[in-house]
């Protein structure tokens, strides 16, 4: 069963979203992201996906303070990015209460940094981040394309020991359009042993489930919870 793990987008300190990762536009959803992280469990949902957009942008953990609130206060298991570039950065995240951290500028900008903390930390604990925008990596919380190809990246990771891909299709993101399934498919397809995260577009409770049936090992939901085009209560049945 495909695992579900909302997310909370933080801009100063508050709950909000972006559309394809634009900071101008942005909505912000609840003052409290605690109240937010509440409510999912209170739905049966026992994962997190915590990003620190303003860290994304400042390139350093700024938002680590909410991070220990929500694991201090609720039971979910959290993964944390955003703006984690230094090894104090990722001590930071973990001494605040994440289970895992998704890092992916580092990986693409200082591959050495990105392998060491998969040794030091193990490949339970890093997840690695890989934000596409037609086939081709973006960093710096999308605001940088690249010319690397995505199957490559994944590809050259996955012979480095990594385990969990978090894989966002930045043109989806935010946008209720739906999600990259035929993306979604050709990676399932290619790299069978790898944890694949899909994130960014879905929209509508089927969608989970083609996903489901693709192989995937989990989905991230944003936006679509907040707008309603997915209830909390659709999304208590895949909650083991």
């Excluded at 040794?119 to 890989?130: C, S």
């Excluded at 042993?193 to 577009?201: D, E, H, P, R, V």
């Excluded at 489930?209 to 209830?231: D, M, S």
């Amino acid at each position: 069963m495909i695992r579900i793990v909302p997310a909370i987008d933080l801009i100063d300190g508050k709950c909000v979203r972006l559309t394809q990762g634009d900071y101008t536009q942005k909505k912000v959803y609840n003052e409290d992201p605690l109240e937010v992280a509440r409510m999912f469990e209170d739905h049966g949902m026992k994962y997190l996906h915590l990003v620190d957009l303003d860290g994304a942008r400042q390139k350093h953990v700024v938002n680590h303070k909410v991070l220990e609130r929500i694991a201090t206060n609720t039971g979910l298991s959290i993964d944390f990015g955003g703006g984690i570039k230094t090894d104090k950065d990722l001590k930071l995240v973990f001494q605040s209460g994440a289970i895992q951290a998704t890092i992916g500028s580092v990986a693409v900008t200082n591959p050495v940094l990105f392998e060491s903390w998969v040794h030091v930390y193990g490949t339970e604990k890093i997840i690695l981040g890989a934000d596409a925008k037609n086939g081709k990596i973006a960093v710096s919380g999308w605001q940088d394309v690249t010319d690397r190809d995505i199957f490559d990246f994944f590809a050259e990771y996955q012979k480095k020991q990594v385990k969990y891909v978090l894989c966002t299709d930045i043109s989806r993101d935010g946008m209720l359009q739906g999600t990259a399934l035929q993306l979604y498919q050709q990676l399932v397809d290619q790299f069978p042993n790898l944890k694949i995260i899909a994130s960014g577009g879905v929209t509508k409770a089927d969608e989970i489930e083609q996903l489901n049936e693709k192989g995937l090992f989990a989905v991230i939901i944003g936006k679509a919870i907040y707008e309603g085009t997915i209830t909390l209560k659709e999304l208590e049945k895949y909650q083991s």
